[in-house]
């Protein structure tokens, strides 16, 4: 897990950017990849907003409109699960139920210890090896119930990190 970082940090790698407010995606990008929990919180994105003399609604509006941008915390490990229709028709409830009950969380929702969360995305392109999780980037295709607890403490003992781009 990355360690938390330091007022002075944080304004270090604000100032490591023009003050333009059309660095303001990449200032807050950057804050997350760092941050502990993979997110922006609120004092943070205050800093920003007065570094680049914006409005905190401005920079709230930017995170709420990116997809990539976070405003709570995010577990470890994000499951992408596919909600298109074909996905639907081809297990994609099946992933769903299995993951609410192997996590113990509903969709969108943090394990109790942090290291896991899954969300249903939109078209994914790989309904051929449906029902599939993503995870970085990564197709896990064709699973089970089964294949799927087997992922999951797969994931818990690092097996993939390497491939997961060290997640």
Known sequence: MRQ???LTQKVALIKSYAPEPQQVVNILLALQ?????????L?????VADYLKMNDAQIFELISYYPILHSKPQAHYVLEV???APCQLTGNQMVQATLRDALGVGEN????DGEFMYCPVTCLGACDQAPFIRVNGRI????????IWELLADLKAGRYAAQLGGA
Do not use: G, H, I, K
Not at 33 to 41: I, K, P, Q
Not at 43 to 47: I, P, Y
Not at 109 to 112: C, K, L, V
């Open 33 to 41: 990849a760092v941050s502990e929990a993979n997110y922006v919180d």
């Open 109 to 112: 929702e943090a394990s109790s």
């Open 82 to 84: 596919c909600d298109s």
């Open 4 to 6: 938390t970082m330091t």
């Open 140 to 147: 896990f295709p064709n699973l089970t119930a089964d294949a």
């Open 43 to 47: 004092a943070t994105a205050r800093l």
